[in-house]
């Protein structure tokens, strides 16, 4: 199949800056990290791409849907106000305090509409497209030259009489995904019912004094971060030849194939404990068709004795003292798979895998924080084994996103694309208990995966 990006074009129409309501919020605020937020300082945006069918001429979308989205989301920042703003270096810095978020009244979101002459019904379907067509719907952060970060860009791309997709970036400084959804869902709200009538959704509280750092982890996590970032980039262990287009692609793990698994772990395990959920073997399931899939490219054969696979664990409920669910920032510590590579290829791989998720899940029992020190160090030395890792997760619910035109036909995390190996994770959209699994590879291994994925039901 032979991908075609001059059909990327992309037109902008016009170009504006959203801040909240004139009087509404301080004039000037800051807001100190936390170790969880300074984990990612030097990395970049965490960015989603919702689309929504709405059959309306550029013309007439400006006219009728622009306003209310530009007011409503100002009148989001009321409460979100920090988003607006940047973090900045301390001029007084002290071990546990270098930097912080800082709003002025001056600081504004920039928001763009474009006009897209993309095929609107295959941009939103499951297959195979290039990833430069879907970044040609991504906003990009501002560019400064003062040492700030900021913090959150959007852009509404029109595919005139078809639908539209809002794009939205935040700094991963800022947030995690749940923060990130917790903002996008308030502005979805106050599009749809007034800002007045929002209900259900927690307000976000930003005071970084809800989560404790008795240990100092703020002050070794920076400290060890900029050690190794002086070292440069770990190198990669087999480099490709020759670098290929990268294409986007869904696979959708039904609800049936789920129990499926969730069952045969259960027997093959019998008697063991267990960590059989959705989550464990949606991943047991993408990690193995992802090993397969990058045998080809791999000139020096299975020379590794194990595989690795990173993702992220939700740590609001699990810290002493729990943090509230409206907690907006980043709450997240890194966890560590590792399982025989050859054991992954033998039948019954999927079960080896969920049996090491699920080791590692109860492993966080011993405390969450375990082991924080040396988190950094531990991942970027995983790097040339080319682990797998997961971004987003099912139960962020990114179908139930809301503007008032029904839900999203479409939710695609291209932000996967910057990390080789990494997927995304998120509820189907049909609602049926299955998990969506998005996949950035080159079109041979692209292929090799979606044969994996389609047959390996059979034979795990």
Not at 101 to 118: A, Q, R, V
Request: charged share 20%.
């Amino acid at each position: 199949m032979a991908f075609n990006s001059s059909s990327t074009k992309i037109k902008i129409v016009d170009q504006i800056q959203v801040s909240p309501p004139p009087g509404s919020v301080p004039d000037s605020s800051s807001v100190p990290l936390s170790f969880f937020d300074v984990a990612w300082l030097f990395t970049g945006p965490v960015e989603r791409l919702l689309f929504f069918s709405l059959p309306i001429s550029t013309v007439d979308f400006i006219s009728i849907h622009l306003p209310c989205l530009q007011s409503s989301l100002s009148e989001t920042l009321r409460q979100f106000y920090p988003l607006a703003g940047r973090v900045r270096p301390l001029p007084n810095p002290s071990p546990d305090n270098e930097f912080e978020f800082y709003y002025c009244s001056n600081d504004t979101i920039p928001f763009s509409i474009c006009e897209s002459s993309l095929d609107f019904d295959r941009i939103t379907g499951n297959e195979m497209k290039d990833l430069i067509e879907l970044k040609s719907l991504v906003p990009q952060l501002p560019r400064t030259n003062d040492g700030t970060i900021p913090l959150t860009a959007i852009q509404v791309s029109v595919f005139p009489e078809k639908g539209i997709s809002i794009g939205v970036a935040i700094h991963h400084v800022a947030c995690d995904d749940s923060s990130f959804m917790h903002f996008v869902k308030s502005w979805a709200a106050s599009h749809r019912v007034g800002p007045a009538n929002v209900s259900g959704i927690p307000t976000p509280l930003f005071d970084r004094a809800a989560v404790s750092d008795p240990n100092h982890l703020y002050s070794k996590s920076l400290s060890e971060m900029k050690e190794l970032l002086s070292k440069g980039p770990p190198p990669m262990s087999d480099p490709p030849l020759k670098q290929s287009p990268q294409l986007i692609s869904t696979f959708v793990l039904t609800r049936e194939k789920i129990n499926t698994l969730k069952e045969g772990l259960s027997a093959k395990f019998h008697g063991q404990t267990l960590h059989c959920s959705s989550f464990t073997v949606a991943c047991a399931y993408a990690w193995v068709c992802l090993i397969k899939s990058q045998e080809m490219n791999n000139h020096n054969g299975m020379t590794e004795k194990s595989a690795h696979l990173l993702f992220s664990v939700e740590c609001r409920s699990r810290l002493e003292p729990p943090i509230p669910a409206g907690y907006f920032g980043n709450c997240l510590r890194p966890c560590f798979v590792e399982a025989n590579l050859q054991e992954l290829h033998l039948q019954g791989g999927v079960y080896t895998a969920a049996m090491a998720i699920g080791k590692a899940i109860r492993g966080l029992e011993q405390g969450v924080l375990e082991g924080a020190e040396g988190w950094f160090r531990k991942i970027l030395s995983l790097v040339p084994n080319r682990p797998m890792s997961i971004g987003g997760s099912p139960r962020y619910r990114v179908y139930d996103v809301d503007f008032g035109w029904g839900r999203p036909v479409k939710v695609e995390l291209p932000t996967i694309e910057k990390t080789p190996g990494t997927i995304s994770l998120s509820e189907s959209r049909d609602g049926k208990g299955g998990i969506e699994i998005g996949v950035v590879l080159p079109e041979n291994e692209m292929q090799q995966f979606g044969l994996c994925f389609s047959n390996g039901i059979l034979d795990v």
